[in-house]
Each structure stands twice: as C-alpha cells, then as structure tokens.
C-alpha cells in the first residue's frame, strides 16, 4: 500500500494511506509519528555485544488489535545490527489506535536502548569486613557540556556527610572555562556538613557489599563526548576501591553501579544543596538566613533558572514558594532583570499553578511588562489557568515569539502537554479562545498543524477555518 503525507492544512508527518482517503480499506492506516506511550507490553532495551550512544528507532506498524504487523530501522546512524531491535518490537503489544471513531492501522517511531552486555564483577575479590564505623564512600559527579551539577559528597560511618564543589580551578584551564560558561550547577555550592544516621550509612555499604563493589572493573568508559563523569569510591579501615563512570552502561558496567551513585545522593541528601527542597528551607532557617535581602533574591532567581531547567525537582518548586512566603523582595534586580519577572516567567513555563497563584497574590503580575507577559504566555507551560492569567494581566495572545506561540508547542517531540496529554485539547482550545494565532509559526516556519503528531489536535484544528495557514510561513517551501 502507498503513503504518502498529507497537505490539507499543511500538515506534516502525518501519513495517511491513499486508499483510506476513497474509503475503500475498512481499516486505513494512519501515521502518529511516535508510538511509545501506546506500548503495552514488551522490553525496550537490547542487551548484546554492542551498546548504542542514543536509542535506535524502528517504524513499526501495528493492526486495530494491537499487535505488531511490520517493523523496519530507521536512521541506522550507529551501524547497530538492528535484528536483536526488530525481533524485540514484533513481540510488543499496544493500545489499538481509532481515528475519526473508526479502528486504524497505526505506523509509528518507537525507540529501542542497545546496551552492551554487562561485565559481572569478579567474585573471587572478597569485600573487606567492616570494623565499626571505620569507613566512607564518597560519591564526585563531574562536568558536562550543559547543566550536570559538578559536586563530591562523602558520608563517613558515623553518620557525618560532607558536601563541597571543590575550589575554583585555575585560570586558563578547561575547568575554569566550564565554571565560567555553565557554573558548578549547584543550588548552593561551597563546602556544607550535615549527620545522617549511621545506620543509614550502614545500609549504604551493604548495598556496595551486595553489588560486588570491590570485584567490579576500575573504569568502565564509552567513547562519546560531552557527558558527566561519575566516580564512586569506599574506603574501609585501609583498603579501598574506585570506580570511574563515563557513560558507563554502554561499555558493559551493571546498572547496579549506576543504582548506587542515585542511592549516594538519596541517603546524604545532596538534593538540599544541588536542587533545592524544604530540608534547604531547614537549613536556612538554622542559619538564621534573612529572606528580605538581595541574597534571598539571587537565590530565588538561581531556584527560577532549575525550575526552568532540564533536571526539574519537585522539592525546587516547593523551596521557591517558601521563599514567596517569607516575602523575598520581588522588587530586587538580579542580572537586569526584576526578579519578579524572572519567577513569574518561570511559573508560567513550568506550568506550576500553585507557585503562579502565589505570586498574583503578591500583585506581581501588575507590575510584569506587558512584553514579558507576552513572552510567557509563549512559553506557558500546560496550565489553561496560567495561560488566561496572563491574557488577563496584559500578555498579546497575538504577538508570537522567536519560536512560535503556546499553540505551536503543543505538538512535536517535546510538547508542551507531554507529559499531560489529557490536557491538551483543552489547552489548545483555550488558546485559540484567547486569540493565538492559528497562521503564526516557530522557528522552523511551522505552524500548529505542521508536524502534529496527534490526531485529535490535528481533528480540532481541521475543524477551525485555518486552510491557509502556511500562507505566512517563510520557511514553507523548504518543509513541505
């Protein structure tokens, strides 16, 4: 059967079988660009002699009962021997695709992990017995080439913790290079002490004893670029052992490794001083921390930039809305910008309506630039709530940013309503209520309707007067 894409409206990737259009197969197939999170059932990771940087995409088509009917590789960039892929997505299950009311043939992208086959630890090495609390585990994430936090934490079997982002690198290196371009990534970075219970780090070690730790590889390395490196280390009375992880589960490492660098994290707590949550808040408190000063505002302001980031914690959202609390003054100026401006872009891009609403109670949106409220409503997050807020303050429905408006970061790959797809209907009906342009376009010359992988949002837009909307695109030729 031939496909070809669809043009009514402009609308790409959005495959439709030629014969579904004379209503001629019972069960047309339609294309919905991505397929994951129909899954029911089936693994999603390939173990094999070979490990992939990225994950390996199949198009798979799958019947009106859910099962797998065809499967071919894409993009084969890695020059991964792509059976092990295929073979695994033809055993998958997923939820049988409608459109229009009526059961479809769905084809689709789905992603497959191709990890390396892991090393198992040598069991020959004993792991040294424990003498009281003589020991400490010390856990380093290092640098990356964008927002990794760059910290050690060490716990000793007292239950003492010590937290510290090292001192500033020398001049002319590529660490000093990194701080100044990216920073330490850390919420509060210097040198901070806590206690934890000791049997909590007692706990700790078991789980490296019941991992094998001592008889695992020294380094496990892949041969990529950019990312952070984790080092892990256990000292007990006089023997130690470290192991260094650089993209480690691509080159044979266990994810048991992997599981003790978050298990280091969540029992010494660094989310407090790399993040930010209400045990910050305790801190802050005990220091008798003063939260009507321009330090309380610059902390605030480096809270909006996590909020607003890729690692996202609820326990940031939460430590930021103490600090409106506790009246951080929103009138101060952090880098040129007013820091009320800064927290209510955030809110609105997040789409946090408790941290938004805490805010129009202090009047801050009154006193946001009607362009800064433009830009927001851009960006809003997926809250219906936040996106009339700002109309309502003054933000230009009308008046699309660099990449597009909220209703052209509905659809794609990283949509706005993502994770929230029961929203999404409703929020583009709210934004096309408030007057956001159905014509405007994103930074590829896209409108709404082009590259909408959902067919409900492509129905709803179908059903509005909006034929011509390529009409402004000045990219339009070059992506039909």
Not at 182 to 192: D, K, Q
Request: proline residues 6%.
């Amino acid at each position: 059967m031939r496909f070809e894409r669809a043009r009514a409206c402009g609308i790409l990737l959005f495959i439709v079988a030629a014969s579904a259009c004379e209503a001629a197969d019972p069960a047309p197939t339609i294309g919905f660009y991505k397929l994951d999170d129909q899954r029911l059932t089936g693994e999603t990771t390939v173990l094999g002699k070979d490990g992939g940087f990225s994950d390996f995409t199949v198009l798979v088509t799958v019947n009106p009962t859910g099962q797998v009917i065809a499967a071919e590789p894409i993009d084969n960039y890695q020059k991964l021997d792509p059976a092990p892929a295929l073979a695994l997505v033809r055993t998958w299950t997923f939820h049988p695709q409608t459109f229009d009311g009526k059961p479809v043939n769905a084809i689709g992208r789905v992603s497959i992990s191709y990890r390396k086959q892991p090393i198992p630890p040598d069991t020959a090495i004993p792991f040294p017995m424990r003498d009281d609390a003589d020991f400490e585990i010390t856990l380093h994430r290092g640098a990356c080439f964008g927002s990794c936090p760059d910290y050690s934490v060490t716990v000793h079997g007292d239950g003492l913790v010590e937290f510290d982002t090292g001192d500033d690198p020398s001049k002319g290196t590529a660490g000093q290079v990194h701080l100044e371009y990216n920073g330490h990534n850390v919420l509060l970075p210097g040198r901070h002490k806590a206690n934890i219970d000791p049997a909590a780090a007692a706990r700790l070690l078991d789980r490296f004893r019941a991992a094998r730790f001592f008889g695992l590889r020294k380094e496990y390395f892949y041969g990529a670029t950019d990312n952070p490196t984790q080092v892990l280390t256990v000292r007990i009375g006089k023997t130690s052992k470290t192991v260094t992880d650089y993209i480690g589960t691509m080159a044979g490492m266990p994810q048991s490794v992997v599981d003790l660098e978050e298990a280091v994290d969540a029992v010494t707590g660094t989310a407090r001083w790399v993040d930010g949550n209400l045990q910050t808040l305790d801190e802050l408190d005990a220091a008798h921390f003063e939260y009507h000063s321009p330090s309380a505002a610059m902390l605030a302001a480096a809270l909006a930039s996590k909020l607003r980031g890729y690692r996202q914690s609820e326990g940031t959202e939460k430590l930021l809305m103490e600090l409106v609390d506790r009246r951080v003054p929103l009138d101060a100026r952090i880098d040129g910008q007013v820091l009320r401006t800064i927290l209510v872009r955030a809110a609105a891009m997040r789409g946090s309506d408790a941290l938004f609403g805490k805010l129009a109670e202090r009047d801050a949106l009154a006193a946001v630039p009607r362009a800064a409220l433009t830009e927001a409503l851009n960006h809003v997050g997926c809250s219906v709530g936040i996106a009339r807020a700002l109309v309502k303050a003054g933000a230009d429905p009308k008046a699309p940013g660099e990449d597009g408006t909220a209703l052209t970061a509905l659809r794609g790959s990283v949509a706005t309503c993502e994770e929230h797809p029961d929203k999404e209907l409703e929020m583009a009906r709210t934004l096309i209520e408030l007057g956001v342009p159905l014509e405007a376009c994103d930074s590829l010359g896209w409108t709404a309707l082009m590259g909408c992988d959902s067919p409900e949002l492509v129905k709803l837009l179908l059903a509005l007067p909006c034929c011509n909307t390529m009409r402004e695109c000045p990219m339009r030729t070059e992506h039909k």
